[in-house]
């Protein structure tokens, strides 16, 4: 009887001891990117913060639908059509983006392990949740978000998450255009204070190869984030003759080359293209020609 | 007798369910019923979209896929109602959007058709054809009956109980208010739109094809500048909820549900093809010409023809036959 007893407190201790162990090697990868972060800008910041110059799409695995989507856009576009006037970004251009973000851990209170993480940035009241319970993504068919949908799981010290169902939106913001049947994998993880995150867009529309960038944040519990309130309106009055939305034909674009002559760089690197993201390439290409001093106004 | 009929109705209702579902299941394991937002579903998986909208007097249609798909389709709405069909709205006269008509025909019951309101007594809305086959309201815009006896088409038969040939439609079913709207020379010339008010969701046939080309039915009364208007029309009926998403949802004839920046997208890519097309015949260039000058290049690995639809060339060739001949 006495052993019958020990046997059972035993095997309960032991039960006891793997349910905990279970519990703690089951939650023992899993990071709290939890807090208020502020981006770094420390790379590619003049196309990041003043803005990329008109048809500068170096580094960019474009295709030639891509290229020719990109020399047709006239930036009027934002403001004559009124309905690009309260776009957020997409959730993955919003990773390379300005904003702060604030991240969220979503705990189930009944079993109280993370389903999810949310975050939010301060811009266009962009909020994103990436969960991770193991759902599945939703039909081929379901309405796509500036967002997606994202689901994660931990690996090697990192989140690894997936977005697919995003909405047509921009690799960068000079008008080369991102597709909605693009998909993206961020890897997450921290050190120290410093949150880096790694994404891998692949978008068969416009890319030959898959877009890799970093980005990175640092804890700031200083920061704060504000409610944002767009409603659009019309800017421009359109006539008969009027274009509703603006576009160059191709061929007609004459601000293609303003960018490479400034820099007294070659066309074709501004263009875009798989080549133009590895070092060889500025290699290929050798370094600027003639008078490299920059000019800013009333140039020859 | 009317009470053997509705008996009789709700046998060939239960057989179809029943009697066929596991067989078409089988065959239609892509079938699905995404809901949308209020009372309405889109059923996708089949050649066609279909636009449902459940509801306490019965359940409305907008378009009807083909036969050997409507027992499968129906076994997925069972899920939610039991209730019978009540109105099938055909949005055009394409054989992949029209050819259910006849097997829905038979699961309607006439009591929940005689409660549908038809807009204001003496108007000019309703037009009976035959009469509600078995309860059901088959209605389309007149030009789908016009073209189908007027013009070539690949429809052995036509089953519709009342067209309408104003530029609107309204019915209440459902308790929300439906308003169907003529888009003329559009896809063909007798497209209609749906709006189900309260649950804030346009189906628009093949007005929107997200994905790929539209298709531009000149022979048939389509033109380019039709669908660009009857796009810009769509978008000022859609309002987005918040930061230009949501709100109104959009079931189109093929592909996604969308919201208003996805329409948007879309007319932005026939408005600028059009551009240029039209600047090309300014320029004397030749149909083969302009193909060879491929204007739709930056478009095609997003729209050309991969999905379903037309091909590039094809989609060029009746921007061009529509510019040229004015329709």
Redesign the interface.
């Known amino acids: 009887m006495k052993n019958t007893i020990l046997t059972k407190i035993a095997a309960s201790s032991l039960a006891l001891l793997v349910g905990i162990t279970g519990s703690t090697l089951a939650t023992a990868q899993e990071i709290n990117f939890s807090g208020d972060w502020s981006p770094l800008f420390h790379e590619e910041f003049p196309d990041r913060i003043p803005g990329p110059p008109l048809a500068d799409y170096a580094g960019l695995p474009l295709n030639e639908a891509g290229i020719l989507r990109a020399n047709s856009w006239d930036p009027n576009r934002i403001s004559v059509v009124p309905e690009f006037q309260c776009r957020e970004h997409g959730a993955d251009y919003a990773m390379r983006g300005l904003a702060h973000m604030r991240v969220e851990r979503v705990i189930d209170e009944r079993t109280q392990q993370a389903v999810a993480f949310k975050t939010r940035m301060n811009f266009a009241n962009m909020e994103r949740t990436i969960w991770l319970d193991g759902r599945d993504h939703p039909s081929v068919n379901a309405a796509h978000t500036w967002d997606g949908f994202s689901t994660a799981h931990f690996e090697n010290g990192m989140m690894v998450v997936y977005t697919t169902h995003l909405k047509q939106s921009y690799h960068r913001r000079n008008g080369v255009e991102s597709s909605s049947e693009r998909t993206f994998v961020e890897y997450w993880y921290i050190h120290e204070n410093i949150l880096t995150v790694v994404t891998v867009v692949d978008d068969p529309v416009f890319f030959t190869e898959p877009l890799f960038r970093s980005q990175n944040w640092v804890v700031n519990p200083a920061m704060r984030i504000t409610a944002n309130n767009c409603e659009y309106v019309i800017e421009t009055p359109i006539g008969d003759d009027g274009q509703i939305v603006p576009h160059y034909l191709p061929g007609e674009n004459k601000f293609l080359a303003e960018n490479a002559k400034f820099y007294h760089l070659p066309l074709e690197g501004q263009q875009g293209g798989a080549e133009t993201m590895y070092p060889e390439f500025r290699e290929q290409f050798g370094e600027p020609v003639g008078d490299t001093r920059i000019c800013f106004l009333d140039c020859e | 007798m009317k009470n053997l009929l509705n008996n009789f109705n709700q046998i060939v209702l239960f057989t179809l369910i029943f009697g066929t579902s596991q067989f078409t299941l089988a065959q239609d394991s892509n079938l699905?019923l995404?809901h949308v937002q209020g009372n309405v579903y889109?059923l996708?998986?089949a050649d066609v979209?279909v636009t449902v909208q459940i509801g306490d007097q019965g359940i409305v249609f907008v378009d009807s896929p083909s036969e050997d798909t409507v027992p499968a389709m129906i076994n997925l709405i069972q899920e939610y109602t039991s209730f019978p069909v009540l109105y099938v709205i055909n949005t055009h006269l394409d054989e992949e959007h029209i050819s259910g008509n006849t097997i829905l025909s038979r699961m309607g019951d006439r009591l929940n058709a005689n409660i549908v309101s038809f807009g204001p007594p003496g108007g000019d809305q309703a037009t009976a054809i035959a009469g509600s086959a078995g309860g059901v309201t088959l209605l389309a815009h007149e030009n789908v009956l016009n073209r189908f006896y007027l013009t070539e088409h690949d429809i052995e038969t036509l089953d519709l109980t009342s067209t309408y040939f104003s530029d609107t439609k309204d019915a209440h079913l459902n308790g929300e208010g439906l308003m169907v709207y003529h888009m003329p020379n559009a896809h063909t010339d007798g497209d209609s739109i749906v709006y189900f008010r309260r649950s804030d969701v346009i189906s628009t046939g093949d007005i929107y094809t997200?994905g790929r080309y539209p298709e531009i039915d000149v022979e048939r009364g389509g033109s380019v500048k039709g669908l660009v208007e009857a796009l810009?029309f769509l978008?000022a009926l859609i309002i987005?909820e918040?930061?230009?998403?949501g709100g109104t949802?959009v079931v189109p004839g093929h592909?996604?549900?969308?919201?208003?920046?996805?329409v948007?997208?879309f007319?932005?890519m026939l408005?600028?093809v059009m551009?240029?097309i039209e600047?090309s015949i300014e320029d004397d260039m030749s149909l083969r010409e302009i193909i060879a000058?491929r204007?739709t290049?930056?478009?095609?690995?997003?729209y050309g023809g991969h999905r379903g639809g037309p091909s590039s060339e094809e989609f060029i060739t009746a921007i061009y036959t529509s510019l040229t001949s004015q329709n």
């Open positions: 699905e995404l889109m996708s998986g979209n997200p810009n978008i987005p918040t930061e230009a998403e949802y592909g996604r549900i969308g919201d208003e920046i996805d948007v997208e007319r932005n408005y600028i551009q240029r600047a000058a204007p290049l930056d478009y095609d690995t997003e």
